[in-house]
């Protein structure tokens, strides 16, 4: 059982910076992959960003690219999310999620569906 918690989120002004946190426990805790998604009520689940585990590779939606950064920390079983010059359309719930599936196209981390453990969410809201 893998047990996800978010924390870092907050309301800010346009372009701001905010990091969130993903701290994991739980005794099977070896995931393949980390992302984050986003949601916001009445739409779906949207990609912001996934990182493997054990691996380098990062990938970044569109929307977000070179303003977000996601990082981890093996050691604390923690994954980050660097969210800076944040625009009120980054106005949302955001989620951490596992997954203990191995891909190697990491465009399969786009998939929220690839993903087994998730967190509660954070939310955060950016005003203009």
């Known amino acids: 059982q893998v047990h996800l918690v978010e924390s870092g989120g907050g309301s800010v002004q346009a372009g701001a910076s905010l990091k969130l946190s993903c701290a994991a426990s739980?005794?099977?805790?070896?995931?393949?992959?980390m992302g984050w998604f986003r949601q916001v009520p009445g739409k779906e689940r949207e990609f912001v960003a996934s990182?493997?585990?054990?691996?380098?590779?990062?990938d970044y939606a569109d929307s977000v690219k070179g303003r977000f950064t996601i990082s981890r920390d093996n050691a604390k079983n923690t994954v980050y999310l660097e969210m800076n010059n944040l625009k009120p359309e980054d106005t949302a719930g955001y989620h951490c999620?596992?997954?203990?599936?191995?891909?190697?196209?990491?465009?399969?981390?786009?998939?929220?569906?690839?993903?087994?453990?998730w967190g509660q969410g954070t939310q955060v809201t950016v005003s203009s």
């Open positions: 990182i493997r585990w054990s691996e380098e590779n990062t």
């Open positions: 999620a596992a997954s203990s599936t191995y891909y190697y196209t990491f465009g399969y981390y786009r998939l929220s569906r690839e993903y087994d453990s």
């Open positions: 739980g005794r099977t805790f070896s995931p393949y992959a």
